[in-house]
């Protein structure tokens, strides 16, 4: 029997506005992806301090987002008659003891040991918090508390990375990783008071997985999300090493660029635009960047442009892929954040082999290469019957049966 608490979506004391809840959710966010990004900013000094090559620190992005990529889709199933914040306050508990764990880290092994947890609970996060805005808000929200929600990314981008490489830089990288410990251990005490209980709304079950994967719009979605943030990560994991070829660049103006690039996501974030667009937009961006690699001011105009085409894409795909399955919103979001730290992974890793083979700058004609093959992928839904869902396959897919 449901009490008061547990109401329906758009119902009851919650649907005032973009409040409480949905700013709890995009801390939550906000917290997994400074966790998940973390490395990035520290790439150098991890190096240094562990004995490795800036390619091998690299599994430090790539391991968590392979870990998230098969804990996204399958968390959903797992929990799915637990209230939904119970499932994000333990999400965010395991988070802050994973991250202090790094921080304690003797060598590469054990650090990436503890990132194996990072990625659970990155998967996990987001595939029940990305559908969850549209519960806390009437209908005629839930765009706008979506984008609050995804704009814990970009936010990342600007207080959290960036404070995680100062800090890194003025203290050693283990404390970075402390602070993100403790933030993710205040959040979880956070989500704990602000949410409601947050019932699942419907079964997951793995058959609705692979029903959504028929759908034709669904499937595009996916590749396309695949190619465009793999081709990012190819090119960002490795961001500082590219941006330390510019000639008398201190660790301070990295900090500051790194920053730039941030308050450009989150105004990218609240911009509208395609995935065609943003796919076509990055991938100039980054190609550009290859002549221009020795240049403060080039650096300086780019790598802001760079932030506004990213910026948005998670808050894209996101509505892409819920208008392909409006009434499968959860399992739906298991794939996308299945889909997205998979590429994350790859992006990563095929980043560091050419990083490791032929140098920073080589990862440039990588990334902007995969997400001009984006925007190819994603224009091709205007052509006729081009990625367009069968009208009779809508209610087959969505029609993921309740507890």
């Not at 004391?13 to 490395?39: D, H, K, Q, R, Y």
């Not at 706008?144 to 830089?169: M, N, Q």
Request: net charge positive; aromatic share 4%; charged share 10%.
């Amino acid at each position: 029997m449901h009490t008061r608490t547990e109401l329906t979506p758009r119902t009851g004391p919650l649907t005032g506005g973009v409040g409480g809840p949905v700013l709890t959710l995009a801390a939550a966010t906000f917290t997994v992806v400074t966790s998940e990004m973390l490395p990035v900013g520290l790439l150098s000094p991890l190096a240094d301090g562990l004995g490795r090559s800036e390619g091998a620190v690299g599994l430090a992005v790539t391991l968590p987002g392979i870990v998230a990529a098969l804990a996204a889709p399958l968390l959903p199933p797992a929990v799915r008659r637990t209230g939904r914040r119970a499932v994000l306050v333990t999400l965010l508990v395991v988070l802050g003891a994973a991250n202090l764990c790094c921080a304690l880290a003797p060598n590469l092994p054990a650090l990436l040991a503890a990132r194996v947890l990072v990625g659970v609970c990155i998967g996990g996060v987001w595939a029940i918090a990305a559908g969850l805005a549209p519960r806390l808000v009437p209908a005629e929200r839930a765009g706008r508390a979506t984008a609050v929600v995804f704009s814990g990314i970009a936010v990342a981008s600007v207080a959290g990375v960036p404070a995680g490489t100062l800090l890194g830089e003025l203290a050693g990288w283990r404390w970075s990783f402390a602070v993100v410990g403790a933030l993710a251990l205040g959040v979880a005490a956070l989500l704990r008071a602000v949410l409601p209980p947050l019932p699942a709304a419907r079964a997951v079950r793995p058959a609705a997985l692979l029903a959504l994967l028929r759908a034709r719009r669904v499937r595009q979605g996916l590749v396309v999300v695949l190619l465009l943030v793999t081709g990012h990560f190819a090119a960002y994991t490795y961001v500082r090493p590219l941006l330390e070829r510019v000639p008398d660049l201190t660790p301070g103006l990295v900090s500051a660029l790194l920053l730039a690039y941030g308050v450009a996501g989150i105004a990218g974030n609240f911009l509208g635009g395609t995935l065609a667009v943003r796919s076509a937009g990055l991938g100039g961006v980054v190609l550009l960047l290859v002549p221009a690699g020795g240049s403060l001011f080039a650096s300086a105009v780019l790598l802001p442009a760079w932030g506004v085409a990213y910026g948005g894409v998670s808050v894209a795909a996101q509505n892409w892929l819920a208008g392909a399955a409006p009434t499968a919103r959860e399992a739906v979001s298991g794939l996308f954040a299945g889909t997205f730290n998979c590429a994350i992974a790859l992006g990563a890793f095929t980043g560091g082999l050419v990083v490791d083979a032929s140098g920073a700058g080589a990862v440039l004609w990588l990334g902007g290469a995969l997400a001009l093959t984006a925007s190819v992928a994603a224009g091709l839904r205007l052509r006729p019957g081009g990625g367009r869902p069968r009208p009779a396959a809508e209610p087959h897919i969505d029609a993921a049966p309740r507890p």
